[in-house]
């Protein structure tokens, strides 16, 4: 018997000093009951942590209504489905009482009639604390990772296998949890980068320890869109020296297809931007050219006909042909005959003497056809297509050979005195450029025009002016020397008479 209690001592001895020393609160509560229903429960027991956590000084007897007001009635109903079943149950409570964060775990001690349970606290403020910078970190780090287009991966070389985080299936367009190995992976790769990417990775499993790997390359999602990636990391190995070995890759690839496009319109701009500059530069050198030639003609057919071949070698129009006003002052436009045909235009054009011959018994009142619509407006006319043009009014286009065609007015002080148009037997590509800078080409015209004009006009009236000098030397000094002469001879015949 004595051995017993002996026994029994050192083993509460044991209990005893476990149980005070112990970190986590602990306590034993009587279950009350009323009706056969838990209405409250009283501590019983309890350790220095649970008095601790409580903030009380002695809580032997008290009661739950007292300490935590309002949550009586949940927790009872645990301790009876505890102490009912046998059970033990755990869960985790938040004390605003308190202030902080517990993992409780409830197991019965004692059935009815005493029904006593225990419950163990353990205080996970920090725990929980931590838990929750980490959740908000993680979620930060995937909210980051989705609005930058990036995502994780691990490499098991030996195995072959990746793990892949959700937002790097996302970017390639595949259900989360997709196995996923090497060979996967070359098959999601644009053909044309799949023997690039064998030789990346050969590359990067041979680099030394340490150095990163970095590489571009294109996807094919499984909707068909392609998507430029770039693959970011690191190879870790085992061993050293001949030993060494390969053993995972951890990195991350990022979607860089906006970046992609942004350098491939960049590019596409810059590109477009130095041929508007070459073709700016090449436009105002054929102003240039058709300044000078025009300059230098000797008669508007010849500035014409310069003009014609000039603008017909920079765009490649075939046929050119001049209108000018007629000359019976009603305001009409009639075929000048100035023709310029390029290289072998007269087998691109079928029947160009047919269409001559039209031309030259045509005229257009202003609004009238592609000639009239120039005179009338003052700015250049394209078509496209001759034949759908609702207002031709010479021929069978389709007939004649004739395709595309442009008309731009020469004008003189605003005013349209005539009309150069040019033809193309296939197809001429719209060059919004040409359009504006033909209206300058036909004021030099008009410059040329109006100084011919001017030359003429001051020719015929030199040539007035010299039949009405001569007229007066005829009418006036020519009678008077003849008279002198008369007079002379007179006197002569009288002073030989005379001696």
Known sequence: KRSEEQVLAESED????????????????????????AVDHRVVEANPAFTQHCGLKDPIGKRASEMMPGLESDWNEIYDRVIQT??????????????????????????????????????????KAVEEAL????ERLRQAAQ?????????????????WSPELYAIHG?????????????????PDDRQRYREFIQAALAAPEGQEYEGEFRIVRPDGELRWMVDRGRVLFDGEGDDRRPVCATGMVIDITERKTAEEQLKKLNESLEEQISQRTAMLKMLQDVTRMAN???????AMLAAMERISRFNGWQVGHAWRLADDGNGD?????IWHVAGKAEQAVDRLDEFREICKQTRFSPGQG????????????????????????????????????????VTVNGKVVAVLEFFSGNQAKRDKRFMEIMPDVGIQLGHVMERKRLEKETAEATEVEQRRIGSDVHDGVGQELTGLRYMAQTHAETLAEQS
């Not at 609005?147 to 793990?163: C, I, K, L, M, W």
Request: proline residues 4%; negative net charge.
């Open 14 to 37: 044991r209990y005893r000093k476990l149980f005070e020393s112990m970190s986590e609160g602990f306590c034993v509560l009587e279950v009350l009951y009323e009706d056969g229903a």
């Open 174 to 190: 595949m259900d989360p949890g997709t196995p996923i190995d090497l060979q996967e992976i070359e098959t999601l790769l644009h």
């Open 86 to 127: 046998g059970q033990a149950e755990r869960f985790v409570h938040s004390s605003d009482a308190f202030g902080r964060t517990f993992d409780v775990e409830v197991v019965c001690v004692s059935g009815p009639p005493e029904a006593r349970v225990g419950v163990l606290f353990s205080d996970i403020t920090e725990r």
């Open 147 to 163: 609005a930058a287009r990036f995502g994780s991966y691990h490499y098991d070389v030996e195995n072959q296998t990746s793990h």
């Open 370 to 409: 592609l000639i009239g619509a120039v005179a009338q407006s003052g700015q250049p006319v394209w078509i496209d297509d001759i034949v759908k043009s609702s207002d031709w009014r010479r021929g069978d286009a389709k007939k004649l050979g004739l395709h595309a065609a442009i008309a731009f007015p």
């Open 135 to 138: 959740r908000e970190s993680e």
């Open 296 to 302: 230098e003609a000797r008669t508007v057919e010849d």
């Open 333 to 337: 436009f009639v075929s000048s005959g």
